[in-house]
C-alpha cells in the first residue's frame, strides 16, 4: 500500500493491534502463497484462473493488514513479507499446510474461508476503524471463496467412491488444524477486551454451523475432535513452512529492492 | 482410469442494466452451478458485466456454414428492406 493510503488511516495501531493485524495478514499472505503454486497444474484451466483470483484476494488483504500492523514499527509490507524468519511469522499452521490432492486444497479452503467470513464479519464493527474498513472490504471477496470451495467439497465428497475417500482423507488431514483458528491467547484476550476484534473461540459455533452441514450434505463424516497441533500463532511452524518461505522470500532476498 | 471430458457452455454476460446479454466465450465446467463460477471467475474479474447466463453448448442450434447462399445470399440485393432505401417526401412531419 502506498504513503498516501497508509495517511487515510484515522490513527496509528497500537502495539496489540500492529501484531494482531500482522497475525492475520500472515494468515492470508501464507495461503495466498499455497495456492497459487496450482497455477498451471489445477485440474482445470477455469480452477486455475478461480484459484488466483481467490489467492490474489488474499494477497489483497494480506497487503492491507501487513502495511497497517508494520505502520507501528515503521515496517513496510515487503519488508514484513520477504525479510522475516520463519519464526517470526504467526500464522497459524493450517494456511502453511502442502496442496496435497485437490481434495486436500479445497477442504482447506472450505474450513479457512468460512473460519474468515465469521471473523471479517465481526470486524467489520471493529473500534479500529482501519481493520473495520479492511474487513468490510474482504468480507465480500471472502464470501465468495466459502462458496466456491463448498461447491468443490460438495461435489467431491457426494461424487464418485473414489472422490468421496479422497475429500474424506482430506478432512482427516486437514481438521485437526482448524483448533488453532479459534484457540484464544492473551492478544487475543486483550484484542477482544478493547473491542478491535473477536475472541477467536466464539468464532468457532458461527463456522461450525456453516460448514457442519454442507460436511454433512457432501456425505462426509466429521472427525472426532482429539489431536489439536497448534504453535502457529507463537511462531511454530511445519516442516512444510520453511520450504514455502525459501520460495516465497527467495527472489527478495537475492535481489534486494528488485522490482518489474 | 478414463474421465469422460466436461461439457463444454457457452457463456453470455450483461454490461449494464437495460442492455442484451451478449456472448463473449466459452468455458468447461461439470455442471451449470460450476459454469457460473467459472464464468465470473474468466469473464466478469474487472467488472465486466451485471449479470451472466450460461448454457450447455450442446443445447445451441446453429446454421451450418453449408447453408450460407440459401440462407443469406438471398437479403444480399433487397435493400428496400432497409428503412434508409426510402426517401422521405417533402412536407412529412413527425416521422
Known amino acids: ?260 | 482410469m478414463t474421465t469422460a471430458p466436461t461439457p463444454l457452455w457457452e457463456v453470455f454476460v450483461r454490461p449494464v442494466r437495460g442492455t442484451n446479454h451478449v456472448h463473449v466465450g466459452s468455458l468447461h465446467a461439470s455442471d451449470a452451478t460450476l459454469a457460473l463460477q467459472n464464468a465470473r471467475d474468466l469473464y466478469t474479474r474487472r467488472s465486466e458485466g451485471v449479470s451472466i447466463w450460461v448454457v450447455p453448448s450442446a443445447a445451441i442450434v446453429a446454421s451450418s456454414p453449408d447453408e450460407k447462399d440459401p440462407y443469406f445470399a438471398p437479403a444480399g440485393d433487397k435493400p428496400y428492406r432497409h428503412p434508409t432505401f426510402y426517401t422521405i417526401p417533402d412536407g412529412v412531419e413527425h416521422l
Open chain 1, 1 to 260: 500500500m502506498s504513503e498516501s493510503a497508509l495517511s487515510a488511516a484515522p490513527a496509528a495501531p497500537t502495539a496489540d493491534i500492529a501484531e494482531y493485524a500482522i497475525r492475520l495478514g500472515d494468515d492470508a499472505l501464507i495461503l495466498a502463497q499455497r495456492l497459487i503454486e496450482w497455477s498451471a497444474h489445477a485440474p482445470q484451466i477455469e480452477e486455475d484462473v478461480a484459484l488466483a483470483n481467490i489467492a490474489l484476494d488474499l494477497l489483497g488483504q494480506a497487503r492491507s493488514l501487513l502495511s497497517y500492523g508494520g505502520s507501528y514499527s515503521g515496517k513496510s509490507e515487503d519488508d514484513l513479507a520477504f525479510l522475516r524468519e520463519e519464526r517470526r511469522f504467526h500464522n497459524v499452521q493450517l494456511v502453511e499446510l502442502e496442496n496435497g490432492d485437490f481434495a486436500v486444497t479445497m477442504v482447506r479452503q472450505l474450513l479457512f474461508s468460512a473460519y474468515q467470513y465469521e471473523l471479517y464479519r465481526t470486524l467489520e464493527s471493529s473500534a479500529d476503524s482501519q481493520l473495520a474498513a479492511i474487513a468490510g472490504k474482504a468480507v465480500k471477496e471472502v464470501a465468495y471463496h466459502v462458496e466456491h470451495a463448498g461447491s468443490w467439497v460438495l461435489r467431491l465428497g457426494d461424487g464418485t467412491e473414489l472422490s468421496h475417500q479422497r475429500a474424506q482423507a482430506a478432512l482427516e488431514t486437514v481438521w485437526p488444524f482448524s483448533h488453532e483458528l479459534f484457540a484464544d491467547d492473551e492478544l487475543a484476550g486483550r484484542i477482544a477486551d478493547r473491542g478491535v476484534g473477536p475472541l477467536p473461540s466464539l468464532l468457532r459455533d458461527g463456522w461450525l454451523g456453516s460448514v457442519q452441514p454442507l460436511l454433512t450434505e457432501a456425505t462426509l463424516t466429521l472427525p472426532e475432535d482429539g489431536w489439536r497441533p497448534s504453535g502457529g500463532r507463537s511462531g511454530l511452524h511445519t516442516q512444510a513452512f520453511g520450504y514455502l518461505l525459501a520460495e516465497l522470500q527467495h527472489l527478495h532476498r537475492s535481489h534486494p529492492g528488485a522490482s518489474w
